[in-house]
Nanobody
Framework: EVQLVESGGGLVQAGGSLRLSCAASGFTFDHYAIGWFRQAPGKEREGVSCISSSDGSTYYADSAKGRFTISSDNAKNTVYLQMNSLKPEDTAVYYC????????????????????WGKGTLVTVSS
């Protein structure tokens, strides 16, 4: 059974930083995209950033470019999202998700079609 477990959310002031972690387990397939989506109250889900298992290529939403960095530790089967210069509009529940057989830019779809999801971690940025 595939499991994705997020951690690292919390409350931070605007301008601060957080690092989210997604520990993945229970799968053996090699080619997939894994990354982060977020949903704020009253807003549609947004693909924030993803990484391809095959070549490490990445996708970033415009809202994340220049502030967020995705990385992976294959030995630990863990994906990280380093979030810097956080803004109140970054407040959301952040979910880790995985889709087999695609590359990172698949995440621009907003999460439709992702095969597996974590339960999410709340990020709150105060002004």
């Amino acid at each position: 059974e595939v499991q994705l477990v997020e951690s690292g959310g919390g409350l931070v002031q605007a301008g601060g930083s957080l690092r989210l972690s997604c520990a993945a387990s229970g799968f053996t397939f090699d080619h997939y995209a894994i990354g982060w989506f977020r949903q704020a109250p009253g807003k549609e889900r947004e693909g924030v950033s993803c990484i391809s298992s095959s070549d490490g290529s990445t996708y970033y939403a415009d809202s994340a470019k220049g502030r967020f960095t995705i990385s992976s530790d294959n030995a630990k089967n863990t994906v990280y999202l380093q979030m810097n210069s956080l803004k109140p509009e970054d407040t959301a529940v952040y979910y880790c998700a995985l889709r087999r057989g695609v590359r990172a830019n698949y995440c621009s779809s907003g999460g439709n079609g992702m095969d597996y999801w974590g339960k999410g971690t709340l990020v709150t940025v105060s002004s």
